[in-house]
């Protein structure tokens, strides 16, 4: 089985991409990071050190201190794929990712896309 391309790719060649999402809708890079370090358990050293290290997307969830037990809640539809549904663990993860900032592009609050 062929692992997915982005399953290799540098989190940090993506990682402009998620601010850049974000900012373009009046939300902030502290905002990016804050459900980044919400979903991984990663800090702000740990997380500096992914990107210094150009650390692979496998590695980042794989290494992750602790995926956030409400993870569960993350519904809907990303790439055209519903996340709840999504059979590949790794892949889910990503996309969980991508729906997080998904929302806080469109403005919902912080409390909301934390599932606080």
Request: proline share 3%; hydrophobic share 35%; glycine share 4%.
């Amino acid at each position: 089985m062929n692992k997915h391309k982005i399953f290799s790719m540098a989190f940090s060649s993506v990682y402009p991409h998620y601010i850049n999402k974000a900012e373009k809708k009046g939300r902030t890079k502290t905002e990016v990071d804050t459900i980044i370090f919400w979903l991984t358990g990663y800090n702000a050293l740990q997380f500096q050190e992914i990107l210094d290290n150009k650390t692979d997307f496998e590695t980042f969830f794989n290494e992750a201190p602790q995926l956030n037990p409400n993870v569960s809640k993350i519904t809907g539809v990303i790439c055209g794929y519903r996340v709840e549904n999504i059979e590949d663990p790794l892949m889910q993860k990503i996309r969980y990712l991508d729906k997080l900032i998904d929302e806080l592009a469109k403005g919902k609050s912080m409390e909301k896309i934390l599932r606080s």
